[in-house]
């Protein structure tokens, strides 16, 4: 897990993104759900934000434990996205958003 609370607006990130779901919509869903005698599953993906990819070079230094021998001097290149960076989430939506056009919705 990055240490995103040492980032600095302007300097580390410009922008940061928070999804919140309305409440309304959850009633609909299970409304439809009970109308249309649908099966409800839910989804959970640990990695998920693995998969935004930075539009800044952010680089960070090794996690304690995880130091190579003789190297800890060294930095990581970040590539994609990791849990405390924050600008993980909106990453993360841009990823989600990109994937749902290719697949027709808007």
């Not at 869903?29 to 989804?43: S, V």
């Not at 993906?45 to 952010?58: H, M, S, W």
């Amino acid at each position: 897990m990055a240490k995103g609370y040492s980032q600095v607006k302007g300097i580390d990130y410009l922008e940061i993104f928070s999804p919140v779901i309305c409440y309304e919509s959850i009633h609909l869903m299970f409304a439809l759900a009970t109308l249309e005698n649908w099966y409800i599953t839910g989804l959970d993906v640990k990695t998920a934000f693995l998969y935004g990819k930075l539009n800044k070079e952010i680089y960070m230094k090794q996690p304690k434990g995880f130091t190579a021998q003789g190297q800890g001097s060294k930095v990581m290149h970040l590539l994609c996205a990791l849990y405390g960076l924050k600008q993980a989430t909106l990453q993360w939506w841009r990823e989600l958003e990109a994937f749902m056009k290719t697949m027709g919705f808007h």
